[in-house]
């Protein structure tokens, strides 16, 4: 059974940056990509991004592209989602997934395994 957990969580103030880890359970899975998302409170899940995982070709939402990069270890069976220029608006539990989706899944039900998410609060 394929399990995710991320870390690296955290406060940061407006303007700063931090970098979330997501490690795979096993070395080959069958999902083609990794995804981002993150929900706030009181507000749906929303999309962040996702990266192909052989490919490393990446995906991103209007509202996160050109601050956050998300990249792959393969070596690591880890992925990474980078985050810059924080805004308090990016405050959320992000979550990574995985996909068996060759195209660009940006719906939460297009995902099939989850981690448990981990707290990002980035203060004015």
């Known amino acids: 059974q394929v399990q995710l957990v991320e870390s690296g969580g955290g406060l940061v103030r407006a303007g700063g940056s931090l970098t979330l880890s997501c490690v795979v359970s096993e070395r080959t899975f069958t999902s083609s990509g990794m995804g981002w998302f993150r929900q706030a409170p009181g507000k749906e899940r929303e999309f962040v991004g996702r990266i192909r995982w052989s490919s490393s070709t990446t995906y991103y939402a209007d509202s996160v592209r050109g601050r956050f990069t998300i990249s792959r270890d393969i070596t690591k069976n880890t992925g990474y989602l980078q985050m810059t220029s924080l805004k308090p608006e990016d405050t959320a539990v992000y979550s990574c997934?995985?996909?068996?989706?060759?195209?660009?899944?940006?719906?939460?039900?297009?995902?099939?395994?989850w981690g448990q998410g981990t707290q990002v609060t980035v203060s004015s």
């Open positions: 997934a995985l996909t068996r989706l060759l195209n660009i899944p940006t719906e939460p039900t297009e995902y099939d395994v």
